[in-house]
């Protein structure tokens, strides 16, 4: 038994084709039986170009399979028309981007509206709050009934809360005998400026004699005789003008006039 193998036959490998390399081959065949330059036109896209090739170059030029070179310089002038028409985009090696950066400002808000101080404390509101945080243990506040009717208690009680002040002569502050020369003058009666002056101004008068503003004289020291138990002074430094019980041991009254 006789057994007849048929072997498949292969085509021999060949470049792949495509439209244009058959349109490429054809021009250059002929070209070739021509003997010279001439123009094929690509009708897929519309552009005339020259093919540059011989039969003979075509045949033994270059590697098998390898396209014709075109020759731009021999182009028809439609196709000229066509390249010329064709937009071209070309672009600088060193290509700089350039952008607008927003401009942004800030705006400082205004400033808060100015605050209006507090309007001063009258002088008499300051002396009320002198008196209620610096009397004494003391002091007596309480305007004693002998005041009234007494021309010299009545022009004392008006500067209740003065403030101390050493060698003071005025409603601003007072020492103890610069309150008792003022309180008199206000009646036209000049009293020497010292405690000591003004106790030899006057007349010495016995406890039990003594009347609601006759003057009361210490070392050092001079008041006003409120009635009872009761006097009215500049005392010492850190106080005020005051109604308040007799302190002292062996006190002088003095009259005066």
Same mark, same amino acid.
């Given at each position: 038994?006789?057994?007849?193998?048929?072997?498949?036959?292969?085509?021999?490998?060949?470049?792949?084709?495509? %439209?244009?390399?058959?349109?490429?081959?054809?021009?250059?065949?002929? /070209? +070739?039986?021509?003997?010279?330059?001439?123009?094929?036109?690509?009708?897929?896209?519309?552009?005339?170009?020259? /093919?540059?090739?011989?039969?003979?170059?075509?045949?033994?030029?270059?590697?098998?399979?390898?396209?014709?070179?075109?020759?731009?310089?021999?182009?028809?002038?439609?196709?000229?028309?066509?390249?010329?028409?064709?937009?071209?985009?070309?672009?600088?090696?060193?290509?700089?981007?350039?952008?607008?950066?927003?401009? *942004?400002?800030?705006?400082?808000?205004? %400033? #808060?509206?100015?605050?209006?101080?507090?309007?001063?404390?009258?002088?008499?509101?300051?002396?009320?709050?002198?008196?209620?945080?610096?009397?004494?243990?003391?002091?007596?506040?309480? @305007?004693? $009934?002998?005041?009234?009717?007494?021309?010299?208690?009545?022009?004392?009680?008006?500067? *209740?809360?003065?403030?101390?002040?050493?060698?003071?002569?005025?409603?601003?502050?007072?020492?103890?005998?610069?309150?008792?020369?003022?309180?008199?003058?206000?009646? +036209?009666?000049?009293?020497?400026?010292?405690?000591?002056?003004?106790?030899?101004?006057?007349?010495?008068?016995?406890?039990?004699?003594?009347?609601? +503003?006759?003057?009361?004289?210490?070392?050092?020291?001079?008041? @006003?005789?409120?009635?009872?138990?009761?006097?009215?002074?500049?005392?010492? #430094?850190?106080?005020? &003008? $005051?109604?308040?019980?007799?302190?002292?041991?062996?006190?002088?009254? &003095?009259? @005066?006039?």
């Amino acid at each position: 038994m006789t057994v007849s193998t048929t072997r498949a036959r292969h085509r021999a490998a060949r470049r792949p084709s495509t %439209p244009l390399t058959e349109f490429a081959s054809a021009a250059s065949d002929q /070209m +070739g039986t021509v003997g010279r330059r001439t123009a094929v036109v690509v009708g897929a896209s519309g552009l005339v170009v020259s /093919m540059l090739g011989s039969s003979a170059s075509a045949a033994t030029g270059g590697e098998a399979g390898a396209l014709p070179a075109v020759d731009t310089a021999a182009l028809t002038a439609s196709a000229r028309a066509v390249l010329n028409t064709s937009p071209v985009v070309t672009a600088p090696v060193e290509a700089a981007w350039t952008f607008d950066a927003p401009v *942004v400002t800030a705006e400082t808000p205004p %400033p #808060p509206p100015p605050v209006r101080a507090a309007p001063a404390a009258s002088r008499s509101t300051t002396r009320a709050a002198t008196a209620a945080t610096t009397a004494p243990a003391e002091t007596n506040n309480a @305007i004693p $009934q002998s005041v009234s009717g007494n021309a010299v208690l009545e022009i004392a009680a008006r500067y *209740v809360g003065t403030p101390y002040l050493s060698g003071g002569t005025t409603p601003d502050g007072f020492d103890c005998s610069g309150f008792t020369s003022y309180v008199y003058a206000q009646l +036209g009666i000049t009293l020497p400026r010292t405690s000591s002056g003004q106790k030899a101004a006057g007349t010495i008068v016995s406890r039990a004699d003594a009347q609601p +503003g006759d003057l009361i004289w210490s070392p050092g020291h001079i008041s @006003i005789y409120a009635g009872g138990n009761e006097q009215i002074d500049s005392p010492r #430094p850190g106080t005020t &003008i $005051q109604f308040r019980a007799i302190w002292q041991s062996s006190p002088v009254f &003095i009259r @005066i006039g």
